[in-house]
């Protein structure tokens, strides 16, 4: 039996999951949440885990995965969008236990989550065929705008793409929507408009101040939306939109898996007509769209779940290698 920690690094929070690989199979075992903004660096963030008598600390384990919010640089450095300190596993002291670890960005792990036990969890959006030894396109709207990507470049070999498609600029289609444009940077000091502020709880939270003048939390805006709320439809529409034009530029016709707490933790958004409305919207393949099946996680910890698939697979490679 091989011990696996995995942990799935977010600016809201810091997940951390014990799993067990035992005969090929994989289990979760206990996990921890810690709020990430209460640490104060990753080190931090690692004595706050030990706090909790957490059972798998990185020492422990045989595999050790973190995933990530933003890029990574050779498995080992990231820095983090939405969090104020980075990741430098090299200079972290060896009794810290990671000497061996390996970063990767979270969309990678939502990515290879769908290769797990978690992805018969995920539910039904819209239906469709999927096209084997096609790409399966990730999206999710969390604190951020996350894409990845799963290609197959040969038979029983699956890699996963990270993206930064999150901070790509995105469309806005008519003088209300422009007007929403303005208000957005207005609202933030940007200069531009890219996903990460229009598809993520912020963006959210701004689209209900654009509304109603009202400034309140993104849970508190998901908790108040109803069937007829202009906040609803126009999220709803922004999302589908966003999956469209990643869907259309990467030919993702093996599925696309929603995740990330905003559609998850309200299926509504994505359940709303707007968003099949925008998604399947053009004049020239509208007909392969309807074809690509869209799937939505429910799981909160889909994400330790990938890191722990990739933990896996890695492990796996290992003994295959010792044997030969």
Partial sequence: MKRILAAD????????????????????????????????????LLEQLGEA??????????MVVLAVAGPVEDGRRAE???????????????????????????????????????????????PGTPIPDTPKA??????????????EPSPGTVVAIPSEGGHALFPFVNNEEMEFAQFLMAETGRSRVVGDMVVSGTGIRTLHAFFT????SAREVTARLTPDSPVLSWFARFFGRACHDFVLKTLARGGLYLTGGVASGNPAIVRHPAFAEEFLDSDRYRHMLSTIPVQLNINEEFGLWGAA????????????NHRT
């Fill in 9 to 44: 690094i977010g600016g809201t929070n810091s997940r951390f999951a014990a799993f067990t690989l035992e005969a090929g199979a994989l289990r979760h075992g206990q996990s921890v949440w810690l709020p990430t903004s209460q640490s104060t660096s990753f080190a931090h």
């Fill in 53 to 62: 008598d957490f059972p798998c600390m990185p020492h422990l384990a045989d």
């Fill in 80 to 126: 983090l969008a939405n969090i104020p300190w980075d990741i430098d596993l090299d200079d972290l002291s060896p009794d810290k236990g990671c000497t061996t670890a390996i970063l990767i960005n979270d969309f990678m792990a939502q990515a290879y989550a769908c290769l797990s036990p978690a992805s018969t969890g995920t539910v039904c959006i819209l």
């Fill in 138 to 151: 990730i999206m999710g709207a969390g604190t951020g705008f996350g894409h990845a990507l799963i290609l």
């Fill in 213 to 216: 003048g009202e400034r309140i």
């Fill in 309 to 320: 698939q990739l933990g896996a697979m890695r492990l796996a490679d290992a003994a295959g």
